[in-house]
């Protein structure tokens, strides 16, 4: 997500692993909504999910699938979220946060699209690397 404007990586555990925590900041509007990702699945090369167990919903599932396709891999995510009634509940949901998810995933999708045309998309990275490193 380098790039988007709202996201900032706050720390993670290193590559990809069942038990392994993703901390991030999102910016809404002014304020900055601090979520924790746990890895809850890993098969490589197939899918990974993580699961939010810190942050503002409810029930936030992830899955990353990849699958094979004449040209190469599909990439496929799904999300299973709820808002709680105290932050707006499903109106909130669909009517704000699903089209900035929406536009989240368009934006790191043209941006894995330029990594694998350079190369660089299996390059390795530090472990528990975060912004200001």
């Not at 503002?56 to 094979?68: G, Q, S």
């Not at 894995?112 to 390795?124: K, N, P, Q, Y």
Request: hydrophobic content about 45%.
């Amino acid at each position: 997500m380098a790039g988007w404007p709202a996201f900032r990586l706050l720390g993670h555990d290193g590559p990809v692993r069942e038990g392994g925590v993703l901390r991030i900041q999102e910016r809404v509007g002014i304020l900055p909504v601090v979520m924790f990702f746990r890895h809850t699945l890993c098969d490589p090369p197939h899918r990974f999910r993580d699961e939010l167990i810190h942050g503002p919903f409810d029930h936030f599932v992830h899955t990353h699938e990849f699958l094979a396709a004449p040209a190469g891999a599909l990439w496929r995510e799904t999300i299973e979220l709820s808002l709680p009634l105290v932050f707006g509940g499903a109106p909130v949901l669909r009517r704000l946060i699903a089209p900035r998810i929406r536009l989240a995933l368009e934006f790191r999708g043209r941006a894995l699209a330029r990594l694998a045309r350079d190369g660089s998309l299996g390059a390795e990275t530090p472990a528990a690397a975060t912004e200001e490193d």
